[in-house]
């Protein structure tokens, strides 16, 4: 029988109080733990001092039946992780023979002098289970406690961690707990609407889901839609979860373009292909953003023709026949210039399709009348030209992210109609 099993993630070092070290370990522990079919419900880092460890340990155990901590496994004086956690528990250290000669064999095999502090790694919880380290000198170690609840600590080394995580201690916690189920989790990815509008437009759903369960998160350029399902096979998962984003793709419709690690500019790339279309792109403020976003796919060559930064309003009018009484009159950035753009690109490149993009990436250049992040973008194909205004109101870098995700957004939208037609 499955016994309840809320797992929490347990990061020890300063450095990553800091900054100075990203913590990757903590959401691949998660996804792990979640694959396995063990719930994460709290995270927390805590910094090299035994008195602070040994207090998030206790946080940790009065409210998890699963702690697990990855870190401060080390030989040097500021890896505090096993003294803190024998010392929270009651339980002396002792020096396990075994592991000071597997730590020994290791040095001997490098041809490396062993320093005399590495025999601390030998130092191992009374009644602790060790896990062996196939990839480094800190072995690890798990600890059952009367009442079942289970810690285990991991190195903080990734690729030390993620061998023992897998190997030793999700199928030590899902044999203890009785887990049976698995976690899975689809993403649904979305662009071109708010995240008020989407949220309002699916609420119902996300209210009631129960299980499946949804989830919504929200990035600069696109929104995402975790649904995340337990069950107890991977048919009936996958059953549950396409329900659910039957339901949601009914609702939001082509504002969704891609699914799990799909990004934009692959979806538009597979569509050139699919239609056979080409296309060529006219950037001013985004820099060759879009082209790079384009071009960064195996076999973009088959569609993508040609890519021109027109950065100055000589370059605009030398290389795309924008004319110079156009930009006089109503300015670089303007529906004119970007229409005039897309249309210039298309009959100079000779593809089917051409974009044209200019505006205000900012921080400076902007007015009352045309304001940072003021950016128009257009499309020329063979049944016209259209162009849309947007008014993105982020840094620089955020504006031309902006930018270029709209100008795929627009071109992967007319792909669909076109393929529809």
Same mark, same amino acid.
């Given at each position: 029988?499955?016994?309840?099993?809320?797992?929490?993630?347990?990061?020890?070092?300063?450095?990553?109080?800091?900054?100075?070290?990203?913590?990757?370990?903590?959401?691949?522990?998660?996804?792990?733990?979640?694959?396995?079919?063990?719930?994460?419900?709290?995270?927390?880092?805590?910094?090299?001092?035994?008195?602070?460890?040994?207090?998030?340990?206790?946080?940790?155990?009065?409210?998890?039946?699963?702690? *697990?901590?990855?870190?401060? @496994?080390?030989? #040097?004086?500021? %890896? /505090?992780?096993? &003294?803190?956690?024998?010392?929270?528990? !009651?339980?002396?250290?002792?020096?396990?023979?075994?592991?000071?000669?597997?730590?020994?064999?290791?040095?001997?095999?490098?041809?490396?002098?062993?320093?005399?502090?590495?025999?601390?790694?030998?130092?191992?919880?009374?009644?602790?289970?060790?896990?062996?380290?196939?990839?480094?000198?800190?072995?690890?170690?798990?600890?059952?406690?009367?009442?079942?609840?289970?810690?285990?600590?991991?190195?903080?080394?990734?690729?030390?961690?993620?061998?023992?995580?897998?190997?030793?201690?999700?199928?030590?916690?899902?044999?203890?707990?009785?887990?049976?189920?698995?976690?899975?989790?689809?993403?649904?990815?979305?662009?071109? *609407?708010?995240?008020?509008? @989407?949220?309002? #437009?699916?609420? %119902? /759903?996300?209210? &009631?889901?129960?299980?499946?369960?949804? !989830?919504?998160?929200?990035?600069?350029?696109?929104?995402?839609?975790?649904?995340?399902?337990?069950?107890?096979?991977?048919?009936?998962?996958?059953?549950?979860?396409?329900?659910?984003?039957?339901?949601?793709?009914?609702?939001?419709?082509?504002?969704?373009?891609?699914?799990?690690?799909?990004?934009?500019?692959?979806?538009?790339?597979?569509?050139?292909?699919?239609?056979?279309?080409?296309?060529?792109?006219?950037?001013?403020?985004?820099?060759?953003?879009?082209?790079?976003?384009?071009?960064?796919?195996?076999?973009?060559?088959?569609?993508?023709?040609?890519?021109?930064?027109?950065?100055?309003?000589?370059?605009?009018?030398?290389?795309?026949?924008?004319?110079?009484?156009?930009?006089?009159?109503?300015?670089?950035?303007?529906?004119?210039?970007?229409?005039?753009?897309?249309?210039?690109?298309?009959?100079?490149?000779?593809?089917?399709?051409?974009?044209?993009?200019?505006?205000?990436?900012?921080?400076?250049?902007?007015?009352?009348?045309?304001?940072?992040?003021?950016?128009?973008?257009?499309?020329?194909?063979?049944?016209?030209?259209?162009?849309?205004?947007?008014?993105?109101?982020?840094?620089?870098?955020?504006?031309?992210?902006?930018?270029?995700?709209?100008?795929?957004?627009?071109?992967?939208?007319?792909?669909?109609?076109?393929?529809?037609?």
């Amino acid at each position: 029988m499955e016994r309840q099993a809320r797992a929490e993630i347990l990061t020890v070092g300063t450095e990553l109080l800091l900054g100075q070290t990203i913590d990757t370990n903590s959401a691949y522990i998660g996804e792990q733990l979640a694959a396995a079919g063990i719930e994460v419900h709290w995270k927390s880092a805590v910094g090299d001092h035994e008195g602070h460890i040994r207090e998030a340990l206790r946080a940790a155990l009065a409210r998890s039946e699963i702690v *697990i901590t990855t870190g401060g @496994l080390g030989p #040097t004086e500021d %890896d /505090l992780t096993c &003294l803190a956690v024998a010392a929270e528990l !009651g339980r002396p250290l002792i020096l396990d023979k075994t592991v000071l000669e597997s730590i020994r064999h290791r040095f001997t095999d490098r041809a490396i002098v062993m320093s005399r502090n590495n025999e601390r790694q030998a130092m191992i919880p009374e009644g602790a289970t060790v896990l062996p380290n196939r990839n480094g000198t800190a072995p690890g170690f798990a600890i059952r406690l009367r009442d079942g609840r289970i810690v285990a600590a991991v190195p903080g080394v990734p690729s030390e961690m993620r061998l023992m995580l897998n190997e030793q201690v999700i199928p030590r916690l899902r044999e203890s707990f009785g887990v049976t189920s698995t976690i899975r989790s689809h993403i649904l990815k979305a662009c071109g *609407i708010a995240e008020s509008t @989407l949220d309002e #437009t699916i609420s %119902d /759903l996300i209210r &009631l889901s129960r299980n499946p369960t949804i !989830g919504v998160m929200a990035y600069p350029d696109e929104i995402h839609i975790r649904l995340t399902v337990k069950s107890e096979s991977e048919a009936e998962g996958d059953r549950l979860l396409d329900e659910l984003e039957t339901a949601i793709r009914a609702r939001l419709g082509d504002y969704l373009f891609g699914r799990d690690e799909e990004r934009l500019e692959e979806v538009v790339g597979r569509l050139l292909l699919e239609t056979r279309a080409t296309v060529a792109v006219a950037e001013s403020c985004t820099g060759g953003l879009v082209c790079h976003r384009l071009t960064n796919l195996p076999g973009s060559s088959a569609y993508f023709i040609r890519g021109d930064v027109v950065y100055a309003n000589e370059a605009k009018e030398r290389l795309l026949d924008v004319p110079h009484k156009l930009i006089a009159e109503h300015g670089a950035v303007s529906r004119p210039v970007a229409l005039a753009m897309a249309i210039g690109m298309r009959q100079t490149a000779g593809t089917d399709l051409a974009l044209g993009i200019t505006g205000i990436a900012g921080p400076g250049g902007g007015s009352a009348t045309k304001p940072v992040g003021l950016t128009y973008i257009a499309l020329a194909s063979e049944g016209g030209v259209i162009c849309r205004e947007h008014r993105f109101l982020a840094d620089r870098d955020t504006n031309k992210l902006l930018a270029s995700q709209s100008a795929l957004d627009i071109l992967r939208r007319h792909l669909l109609s076109s393929r529809h037609a």
